[in-house]
């Protein structure tokens, strides 16, 4: 398992999601461009976390290979719902 501490910034518009999601969302992640693997997203400020909302979160994933400061994005399916930073790992198992 890893457990990340992200920047978080979920996309607005039309396109995009139209409601907000809460602790235990677990979109497909492209942490290797190509490849989705999923994870849960705890949200640390907030109940719900809206379209248009940027924010730091926890991710945690069964297994993906992160680093600090690394870019990626996020989805339901083949769109990008939205993307985020790893600003600290906190476990690696």
């Not at 809460?22 to 290797?32: A, H, I, K, M, S």
């Amino acid at each position: 398992m890893v457990r990340i501490l992200a920047s978080l910034y979920l996309y607005a518009g039309e396109s995009s999601r139209q409601t907000p999601f809460e602790t235990g969302y677990r979109p497909l992640f492209d942490v290797v461009e190509g490849v989705k693997t999923s994870g849960m997203i705890t949200l640390l400020d907030r109940e719900q976390f809206f379209p248009g909302d940027e924010g730091m979160v926890e991710i945690k994933f069964i297994e993906a290979d992160c680093s600090k400061g690394m870019k990626f994005q996020f989805s339901e399916g083949r769109e990008p719902l939205g993307e985020a930073t790893v600003i600290r790992i906190l476990q690696r198992a």
